[in-house]
């Protein structure tokens, strides 16, 4: 089936360097995406969203890309900091024919920020 | 505003017993959801509701089941634990409608021996 999923499984940076954490997607019905960060021992929180019909959007540090062509999602952060090391998620969100509408989840990236 | 709640936060269940994990969110969202997440595989959802009064099978159903008498509530409950289903589990809520942002719980971690 169609699936969310990452290119890279852990990402070691440096303090103060830019990170930047993708994700494949392989279904193009999907229009609305999310991006989480997971920190050891608690829930998702919400980092960033973007809908199809946009192609960057910018948050405070962060900057998510959508190449609607090849599929792409990418979430960039700014002069990372050690508490921006966790797992970090791409989420899709589509409506079924079922009307169910949920988030489907990547198996999460590990950002690891060496000081 | 606590946002969503969890209980219990973990429990060791052994096989074959019953367990209901609670979950209750206080933003009036319409949808609600539970997902089980193996290190590996992300986060895989359980069951979800679009509305109080409605649910829906979700990824990974088989043993797990859900009720939503209300709009804040919606228990998942497990009739029968097996050691397979030993996992955290997350509670989430969303506005109904167009996609929009699900907030979660803090997680149950649930061992099933």
């Known amino acids: 089936g169609e699936s969310v999923g990452l290119h890279l499984p852990t990402l070691s940076v440096q303090e103060g360097d830019n990170s930047i954490i993708n994700c494949a997607y392989s279904n193009s019905a999907s229009d609305y995406f999310i991006w989480y960060k997971q920190e050891s021992g608690k829930g998702p929180q919400f980092i960033i969203d973007i809908r199809s019909n946009m192609d960057k959007r910018q948050g405070q540090r962060v900057t998510v890309l959508l190449n609607k062509t090849v599929k792409h999602l990418s979430l960039q952060i700014a002069a990372t900091q050690p508490g921006d090391s966790a797992v970090y998620f791409c989420a899709e969100n589509i409506e079924e024919d079922t009307g169910r509408r949920a988030l489907t989840f990547g198996s999460g990236t590990r950002l690891q920020v060496q000081p | 505003t606590a946002g969503i709640t969890q209980a219990p936060t973990s429990q060791i269940l052994a096989a074959g017993r019953s367990m209901t994990l609670r979950c209750t969110q206080d933003m009036r969202h319409n949808a609600m959801y539970w997902y089980r997440q193996d290190l590996g595989l992300g986060l895989r959802l359980i069951h979800y509701s679009n509305t109080a009064g409605t649910t829906g099978k979700g990824e990974v159903p088989d043993g797990y089941s859900v009720s939503r008498a209300n709009t804040d509530d919606f228990p998942l409950t497990l009739a029968s634990a097996v050691p397979s289903q030993t996992s955290v589990y997350f509670c989430?809520?969303?506005?109904?409608?167009?996609?929009?942002?699900?907030?979660f719980g803090q997680g149950t971690r649930l061992t099933v021996v």
């Open positions: 989430a809520s969303s506005e109904q409608g167009t996609g929009t942002e699900a907030f």
